[in-house]
DNA sequence: TCTATCTGATAATTCATACTTATTGATCAT
DNA sequence: ATGATCAATAAGTATGAATTATCAGATAGA
């Protein structure tokens, strides 16, 4: 007696209100008539509402029915949009990845990312920040973004890292200085002049890599200016007031009066790494490191 | 194997997402815990999406799962007010409209939108709740409102907005205070008092308003206290706790010992707007928004 | 006035399946 | 170990949505 409306009594009554005959209703769900006399009355007995006229010899809609009618047109559409939606958020199509990086990845490693996910996977949206190394662990950790591009080495537990991109370290010289790419030979040329570097905790990995490049040319570097920014490090070279290692990639996409020589025959390399939760399960970022595995 | 999704999966969904427990959800459905295990298998199985991860002691829900969420609410919102409807025009009424509104609205447009209402069309039901802007807004969304009553000058996507009244700002100050409508002559006189507003997250267009009225007129106002009900605002000005800044219409049905100057010389105005759904099919809505087209 | 033939509504029966209880396996805390 | 607490699985039950068979009423053609 105290039922429930089911999908099952809007299907039927849709049917119905179509055709505005219980037979030809009843064949097209593939059912028998009595069954669906039997459950359009239910539903009008929960309702609480006639829905139908069954006059002699032909049915028709009530007001109410014609209201429900259009009603349940939509609910059905809807639904049927629902389902397609779940399935494609099921299967990463859609949703959100969340991209953090430090400023040295944006010169090729991330556009790259981007311009593939966005041929591949239209429907998957990023979000952008750059953040320093630590910041982006952290918030990876805190569950505020999906995927980072960082300069380390090592990362705390529950995370996973995959280097993406290796680069030479260039030497980086105001445009007047003594020094070119022919007569350079070593970076103990400029053991005795001023370094300005990317500051120690924005990047550990990156000033450990440096001193290591300098030691292994036999000098401790003195150290003037740490910047978080390439761009401050090198208006500082173009000032005279220091020169720097940097990842050579950096060149690309500043107007300075600076000149830059690539080191390619000191084994150090600037690693990009990717890092993200291990458990993370958001099939967005699933895509995402399927792609990044192929750059 | 092949089933058809049922109102009763969306129920039993809802009940687990919002407990995220199958045992306590199973309780409050009055069902065993086996049964909805089973039944949200099969939700999943006929979506063909995983919806919850039941990791190690606890269940939580997929991308898929929290936007299912949504979709269910609105959809199961929506069938009730649409069950509503189909009652009421069975029995000759027009319907209802689900009315929500600032406590601001009440001295003069939703009393005026109720009193024609009933009067051209006295078979349209209503139901009126006063709820802040955010809450009418989010109730419209998941379709628990038809029509909202705001001050707000953006509207999320998919949401329809039309101003119906704009006031003036009147200044609310003890009525002991001795500035009165005749020595009043520019809002800086009272620069150096304590400002009590309506809360920012209450009305953020409301208190951006009032900062820019100050803004004009050379400062910052030293805001001591906020509130959400302009009640206890007046109080606070009766007690000689600071002044307001209020939209003029409030100074009637309040009995305070405060005094109003209506600064009509200033530019801003509040605007209350009438927010709805754009897809809104409530036809007793339609009757709603002809009436609200002519006050 | 008969039939023949439509309609949708009932009645009796069948059968699918949403439930139940009982149990298991896994994880945690003590 | 031991017990507590999860969700999942297994097996049996019972609800109610189906079926078939039939009925009652209306129309139309002789």
Redesign the interface.
């Known amino acids: 007696m105290n039922y ?5 009594h809007f299907i039927y009554f849709l049917a119905v209100a179509e055709e505005l005959h219980y037979r030809k209703a009843a064949e097209k769900l593939f059912i028998s008539q009595p069954g669906l006399s039997t459950q359009i009355k239910q539903m009008e007995e929960i ?5 139908f006229v069954r006059d002699k010899k032909k049915v028709s809609l ?3 029915g014609e ?2 009618k ?2 349940v047109e ?2 059905l559409n ?2 049927e949009q ?2 397609k ?3 494609l ?3 990463g199509q859609l ?1 959100e990845v969340r991209i953090g990086f430090l400023g040295s990845a944006m010169q090729n490693v991330v556009p790259n990312l981007l311009l593939g996910l966005k041929e591949k996977y239209p429907t998957v949206h990023t979000t952008l920040e750059e953040l320093s190394n630590r910041a982006q662990i952290n918030a990876i950790l805190a569950d505020r973004l999906d995927l980072g591009f960082v300069r380390l080495s090592r990362v705390p537990k529950g995370l996973d890292v995959r280097p993406v991109f290796e680069d030479t370290f260039s030497l980086v010289l105001p445009a007047e200085h003594p020094l070119d790419e022919k007569n350079f030979k070593n970076i103990n040329q400029v053991a005795d002049e001023d370094f300005i570097l990317f500051s120690q905790d924005y990047s550990p990995m990156y000033y450990d890599t440096v001193l290591s490049i300098c030691e292994d040319s036999g000098f401790v570097p003195n150290v003037s200016h740490k910047s978080v920014h390439a761009q401050t490090i090198f208006k500082l070279v173009e000032n005279k007031l220091g020169i720097a290692i940097v990842p050579t990639t950096l060149q690309h996409g500043f107007q300075m009066k600076v000149k830059f020589i690539e080191m390619k025959n000191i084994k150090q390399r600037a690693v990009l790494s990717m890092v993200w939760k291990t458990d993370n ?4 970022l699933q895509k995402c490191m399927d792609l990044l595995m192929k750059l």
Chains 1, 2 share one sequence.
């Open positions: 429930q409306i089911e999908l099952r309702l609480g509402t006639q829905l009530t007001p109410a209201f429900l259009k009603e939509f609910i809807h639904l629902t389902k939606q779940v399935k958020i099921g299967e949703g399960r958001n099939p967005a």
